[in-house]
């Protein structure tokens, strides 16, 4: 449940200043603010708050919460979480009409997706996924159990469809929001992971992300898993995916009001390091933590010759607050 405090703060946040980082063009006029293509919608503040009005619109009129569901298409909870620079629980997820839901939240796509990752299981665990199945605790050093956990699967070869692992990823309210695809064999120059169609590309896989907790902050989903596994106890872990996603500005908000360190670990390449030093601009409490030189480029590579959780420790350690 939202409380009030949030939806205080959320009325009485600086609009004009969200909608310019959420990439909205606004013009300044005095002490109001209209969008540049639209100059008939007005910004300016009232009692503290600031509100919008709409002129060529009949005079329509409302608070900033109002405009991001309006017109941003954000919910309820997602505005006043991007507004007050909180992380929003929701007590339950309310299914939009068909016509206005990404793929993804749709039953048709969710029921499809829990039943592909279903026989994806039962073929990793099955005697044609052993390769698969060793691959994941050999190479990826995943135990049984956090396999298990994870649902990791695996889908064999049909047709013109390659051999490939499936990773399930679901968001912080553990709603499904993406399958990701590791094809076993890429041909030459084919990609080495594809989503299944419908998913969310940008979302960041969030796990045992909570207020007050140090979080690290890593590229692959795999290796996300694999910190959790290894220390979850210690810190949270939020996988981005590709260094070609960006955090919103209610994840920048809630990193920066919530987590007490960020440890930045993506690829030791050229966008992973352009990636990190972006995070450093915009995270005031993150630091740079990467995989040490001489033990890989990721920690899906490094744990075969340093111990993964205590490389966290020491980055906590290192990095806390007196």
């Known amino acids: 449940m939202i409380s009030k405090t949030e939806i205080y703060a959320a009325k009485h946040a600086d609009l004009p200043g969200i ?7 606004l013009v300044q006029n005095a002490n109001s603010y209209h ?16 509100l919008y009005k709409w002129w060529s619109r009949g005079g329509e009129v409302g608070d900033g919460i109002q405009y991001l569901q309006r017109y941003l298409g954000m919910d309820f909870y997602e505005a006043v979480a991007t507004l007050s620079c909180s992380s929003i629980v929701k007590p339950h997820t309310k299914r939009l009409p068909s016509h206005m839901a990404k793929e993804w939240q ?23 996924g052993k390769e698969r199945f060793l691959y994941l605790v050999e190479q990826r050093g995943l135990y049984p159990r956090t396999i298990l956990h994870h649902r990791l699967g695996w889908l064999p070869q049909k047709d013109n469809m390659p051999s490939k692992l499936l990773i399930p990823c679901y968001n912080s309210q553990g709603n499904l929001m993406r399958i990701r695809f590791r094809i076993d064999k890429p041909k030459k120059n084919q990609e080495r992971y594809r989503i299944r169609k419908g998913s969310s590309p940008s979302s960041p896989f969030p796990l045992g992300v909570i207020h007050s907790k140090p979080l690290i902050i890593v590229e692959s ?16 872990v939020l996988s981005l995916g590709t260094t070609g996603n960006k955090l919103t500005s209610a994840m920048i908000c809630f990193i920066k009001e919530k987590i007490p360190l ?30 040490p030189p001489g033990h890989g480029k990721d920690p899906g590579e490094a744990w075969k010759t340093m111990n993964i959780r205590e490389w966290i420790e020491q980055g906590i350690m290192k990095h806390k607050k007196k």
């Open 262 to 291: 960020t440890m930045i670990c993506l690829d030791n390449d050229d966008s992973g390091k352009m990636l990190t030093n972006r995070l450093l601009n915009d995270l005031s409490n993150a630091v740079a933590w990467p995989i």
């Open 106 to 128: 749709t039953k048709k796509w969710q029921m499809a997706s829990q039943k592909l990752i279903e026989v994806a299981v039962s073929n990793l665990l099955g005697p044609n």
């Open 35 to 50: 969008l540049r293509q639209h100059d008939s919608l007005k910004l300016f503040q009232k009692n503290g708050i600031w």
């Open 221 to 236: 989903e795999l290796d996300a898993i694999l910190i959790a596994q290894e220390a979850e106890d210690l810190s949270a």
């Open 19 to 25: 909608l310019q980082k959420l990439g909205i063009e």
